[in-house]
């Protein structure tokens, strides 16, 4: 017999796969483990029962997050739905409008931000801005391209083959312009074209070969022309379908009809798209040619513009940016996801992007060895937590990645690169997370609830979900307000004390004593396995073992239960003197609780321990000490 001390320190490798359980040589099997539910990572390794969700407000219909930054001060949440975009401001609905986008079309709604315009785009829509105005209202409408002389520089493009010609039937006022094939489409009036360099307005569609225009400007003659081309967005051809500024210049990458196609505007002039004589300040448009498909995704402005299409990744070159300078050149080989829109984000100098194949969490990093870019897969031994992800941000407070999972789950990963941490953790709710984003430094969550669709945040002072938080000045029993909650079971922490569960009956709940200070909302479980001792270290090289002794190092932790061999069990505290006294919140502890256990195991690939709680109280692991005993 043997006796073995085996310290975990940390969980720095977060949850890690059921496939390195014979993989004790790696770093990943010391410090992480099989199972990390509800769970939030520090970046110092210790693990903490996550926050709770406040619950915010009721939406519509299911929809889309995103987060809108005026200033340091003033931030916004807008929260697009089908037909409508609500705004709130610290939580509080500010105003609804109208939206071109239905509910089908939103997952695929990109967007950017310029000061006070964000800028929304999706193929088959004609882009929009949605406006904080000086007086504090909101208003959207359509981009609105530079314009001189009723001419308008948006961009052109000759969709028809080379050979195709135009022949007009006169130079100016009301005319015809005849094509060689079929090119028109009723969906052409109202848009516009250049032949030989001069405007026209389509006023009505006569044939596939036939549509009357009025002249912008004076044409340079009646004979068929190959030089012409039409606008580039336009309800017969799509609209752009992702958005950035890069630059000083306003970026459009791909559009429905035109999808590997990249469009620089003026430098400084966001909505000029001239490409006049290609002077250093003038427009640049060129298209993603190579030997696969790249439909742009993505268009993202870091160290470089980074591409990303259905195919592969690139980067855009240039300092500065001008006709002369600019290059294209392929980084790397993943490709991104192509049946919507999850905006790439910022981490540390590295651009975190969803793969093509949804189970892939790509870090595409510039390396100044190297000088190219790199696409590190960070999910590598998390793969089954990154499955099938539809919406993602990062909250720099925090240092959590969130991953909004196409089942409702909530993914995160703790990461640091510095210290070379990338913990992935998983979370589970009573409903189906829809969306996600960050907003300054508070974390907002779209939730399906049995159909009523929340808007919750998290709150570190709240261990429950969608719950709610209420004080008055003279104790009572009936707390109301929780409509959101009808029919519901939810847990009542009243006073610091753990109250029965009840049903949310009328919106309200009556508590078996009076509080002053109640937190409602639904209950959630935290559940931390570790993985089974290493063959390694030799725990794991015997026939059977025995965990003789644990001593969990936690910090302001109010209870713990775990199962240390005989099943879960509430770990008392009174070896701390901390003996929680009767009608009074139980106290927040801090350092080493010490837990005997009995009885061999003969399956070395199970953890000797773990824990499990619902309790909404407080609870932080800092680090495990074990001794064991192995029978050789």
Do not use: C
């Not at 892939?360 to 390396?367: G, P, V």
């Not at 801090?590 to 005997?596: A, F, L, N, P, Q």
């Amino acid at each position: 017999m043997v006796k073995i001390k085996d310290i975990k320190t940390n969980f720095t490798a977060g949850e890690v796969s059921r496939q390195l359980l014979g993989r004790g040589d790696l770093r990943a099997y010391v410090n992480g483990a099989l199972e990390l539910r509800n769970i939030f990572i520090f970046p110092t390794g210790g693990v903490t029962r996550r926050a709770g969700l406040h619950y915010v407000d009721t939406v519509a219909d299911n929809g889309r997050l995103i987060s809108f930054e005026f200033n340091t001060q003033q931030t916004y949440l807008i929260v697009l739905t089908d037909g409508q975009i609500d705004i709130y401001y610290d939580g509080v609905l500010q105003t609804t409008l109208s939206a071109p986008w239905i509910a089908s079309q939103i997952s695929e709604v990109a967007w950017t931000q310029s000061a006070d315009t964000l800028l929304l785009v999706h193929p088959n829509v004609s882009p929009k801005t949605l406006n904080r105005n000086a007086n504090g209202s909101w208003s959207i409408g359509d981009w609105t391209f530079f314009t001189d002389n009723n001419i308008q520089y948006h961009p052109y493009y000759k969709y028809a083959v080379s050979d195709v010609v135009l022949t007009p039937s006169g130079v100016s006022g009301a005319i015809t312009l005849t094509s060689s094939s079929d090119v028109f489409d009723p969906l052409h009036a109202g848009t516009r074209l250049r032949v030989g360099g001069k405007e026209v307005e389509i006023t009505s569609y006569n044939s596939p070969t036939v549509v009357s225009v009025n002249t912008v400007e004076d044409l340079l003659g009646t004979e068929a022309t190959i030089d012409w081309a039409e606008q580039a967005f336009s309800p017969a051809r799509g609209y752009p379908a992702s958005v950035a500024f890069h630059q000083d210049r306003l970026v459009i990458g791909g559009s429905r009809d035109l999808p590997n196609r990249l469009w620089f505007s003026k430098s400084g002039d966001l909505f000029n798209f001239d490409l006049g004589e290609g002077l250093d300040d003038e427009s640049i448009e060129f298209a993603i040619l190579s030997d696969q498909v790249n439909a742009i995704r993505g268009v993202f402005s870091g160290r470089h513009l980074q591409v990303f299409t259905s195919g592969a990744e690139w980067m855009v070159t240039g300092d500065p940016l001008t006709p002369q300078t600019v290059q294209l050149r392929r980084q790397t080989r993943i490709g991104s996801v192509i049946d919507r829109f999850i905006p790439p984000v910022d981490i540390d100098g590295a651009t975190l992007f969803i793969a093509r194949n949804k189970q892939e969490i790509r870090e595409f990093l510039y390396t100044d060895i190297e000088q190219a870019y790199q696409a590190t897969d960070l999910a590598l031994l998390s793969r089954h937590i990154v499955r099938d992800p539809i919406d993602q941000d990062f909250d720099q407070k925090r240092r959590l990645l969130f991953i909004v999972r196409e089942d409702g789950k909530l993914a995160t990963l703790t990461v640091y690169r510095a210290e070379q941490v990338a913990a992935w953790t998983l979370h589970e709710t009573d409903g189906a997370v829809k969306s996600v984003s960050v907003v300054g430094d508070q974390v907002y969550l779209l939730i399906d609830r049995g159909g009523n669709y929340t808007i919750e945040l998290f709150d570190d002072e709240l261990y429950l979900d969608s719950a709610l938080k209420g004080e008055n000045g003279v104790a009572t029993d009936t707390w109301s307000g929780l409509a959101h909650l009808e029919r519901k079971t939810v847990q009542i922490v009243a006073d610091g004390i753990v109250q029965p569960n009840q049903v949310v009956v009328s919106g309200a709940v009556t508590l078996a004593q009076v509080a002053s200070r109640v937190r409602i909302g639904l209950p959630f479980t935290h559940r931390i396995e570790p993985l089974p001792p290493s063959a390694i270290d030799g725990a794991g090289t015997g026939r059977s073992a025995r965990l003789v002794e644990v001593r969990f190092r936690v910090e302001n932790t109010s209870a713990i239960r775990a199962d240390v061999g005989r099943g879960l069990r509430d770990i008392s505290l009174k070896q701390f003197g901390e003996d929680p006294i009767l009608g009074s919140p139980p106290p927040l502890v801090s350092g080493d609780i010490r837990v005997r256990a009995f009885g061999w195991s003969n399956d070395l690939t199970k953890p000797l321990w773990s824990i499990e709680q619902d309790l909404p109280l407080p609870f932080t692991l800092l680090s495990v000490n074990m001794e064991l005993s192995v029978n050789n």
